[in-house]
């Protein structure tokens, strides 16, 4: 009963606690705390730097913004302005071949140029190249642009994948497998055969079919007489003949001309247009 009584005296007794010190501890540390931050964001090495590194990096999204002539702009610069690999190389090839920008809207007419992309740099297209020129030079650059906008005639046995990607719904895939075909085969003997490459629909060939011709001078042939089972398996067009190619020659000889081939029973008349470009005796 008596001891409430007792505590309460005592405790009122108690001196009280001296907070001074921890106080004083906790003072100094968030004022370090403040002065580190402070200094990080004064500090050009840290903070600034960081910033102006980002924003110098394209973003892959949207790109950076700035004022461009696609007539003269570098690779370099139509990345930073957020375009892809694929058509920065598109526009690249269409200049390096004589073509030229005239108006903001002649950019729009790229190929695999995306409305997105062309309505957010419309605004930064400024083609001074062009509209410095008095009116008979412009007139002349354009007589002279016109004739070179459509380039020559591409030859598809010694195209490359960038001279393809420049024929309209002809892109990366395709061009490579063009080229794969075309090494498989040894070569193209007609323009007809593009038909036979895996995707090339019957629309884009009707498309690039007045853009492209063949010289079949150069198609590689194969001496029928030497070549092994093993080679002629690998060409698209012997690989179901070979076998029976192969044995008809073991049983009965080398070919004297090459209309023998047609005394293999597999070979038709219609095999024998095919393969005739691609054999010697």
């Not at 950019?107 to 001074?128: A, C, N, S, V």
């Not at 067009?237 to 190619?245: C, E, G, Q, R, S």
């Amino acid at each position: 009963m008596i001891f409430p009584w007792t505590y309460s005296h005592f405790e009122r007794q108690v001196s009280p606690k001296d907070f001074t010190e921890f106080s004083n501890e906790l003072d100094s540390f968030f004022s370090h705390k403040n002065f580190v931050s402070d200094s990080s964001e004064d500090d050009p090495s840290v903070a600034d730097l960081d910033h102006s590194a980002k924003s110098n990096e394209p973003d892959k999204a949207k790109g950076i913004l700035f004022d461009f002539d696609p007539n003269t702009a570098s690779a370099e610069d139509f990345y930073k302005l957020g375009l892809n690999n694929h058509l920065i190389k598109t526009i690249m090839n269409y200049r390096s071949k004589g073509g030229r920008f005239f108006s903001t809207d002649d950019f729009k007419k790229i190929y695999g140029m995306k409305d997105e992309d062309f309505l957010r740099l419309k605004p930064h297209i400024q083609i001074t190249s062009i509209a410095e020129k008095s009116p008979s030079q412009l007139q002349d650059q354009i007589t002279k642009t016109t004739s070179n906008a459509n380039p020559a005639i591409i030859e598809i046995n010694r195209a490359d994948s960038n001279d393809l990607v420049t024929l309209r719904g002809i892109g990366a895939v395709l061009s490579s497998r063009i080229i794969k075909y075309r090494d498989k085969l040894g070569g193209f003997y007609s323009t007809e055969q593009l038909k036979e490459v895996y995707g090339l629909t019957p629309e884009t060939f009707d498309e690039i079919k007045p853009k492209i011709k063949v010289d079949s001078s150069s198609v590689i042939k194969i001496r029928i007489n030497e070549a092994s089972l093993d080679e002629l398996k690998r060409h698209p067009y012997f690989k179901a003949i070979a076998a029976p190619l192969f044995n008809y020659r073991q049983q009965h000889g080398a070919f004297m001309i090459l209309e023998d081939l047609k005394n293999v029973d597999v070979i038709t008349d219609d095999v024998y247009r095919k393969i005739s470009h691609y054999v010697s005796l």
